[in-house]
């Protein structure tokens, strides 16, 4: 893998860290505490400036109170955008109160529409 990859992997799980911590509402210094890393560790990984090891990464998910699946999730490119992927990259920069919204207004369209079917 050459170094811009890599690089550019390092920097979009970084910025995936930072948009989850807060959303979660925790400053770096919480997160370091709650993982057990450094604050400047945490910065350095949020500005994708340290490369991380599985076991660091794990104290991060766990820190977050996350999943790694749900770290990962939406970070690397999809050859067929589809449209959940198209919904998934209208949401995923948006606050977390904007996409509780949209999913709030999802359900309604669909209790809607079934009964609607129902009658």
């Known amino acids: 893998m050459p170094d811009e990859s890599k690089s550019e992997l390092v920097r979009k799980i970084g910025e995936r860290i930072r948009r989850l911590r807060k959303e979660k509402g925790l400053s770096q210094e919480q997160l370091g505490e709650l993982s057990g ?8 990984v949020e500005r994708g400036e340290k490369n991380l090891t599985l076991e660091t990464l794990e104290k991060m998910v766990l820190g977050l109170d ?3 699946e749900e770290l990962f999730r939406y970070i690397g490119p999809m050859e067929k955008k589809d449209a959940l992927r198209q919904i998934a990259e209208l949401l995923i920069e948006r ?3 904007d996409q509780m919204l949209a999913l709030s207004l999802l359900k309604s369209i669909f209790d809607w529409e079934k009964e609607k079917h129902d009658l």
Do not use: A, D, K, R
């Open 37 to 44: 890393l450094h604050t400047n560790y945490v910065g350095q």
């Open 95 to 97: 606050p977390l109160n």
């Open 66 to 68: 996350i999943s790694l």
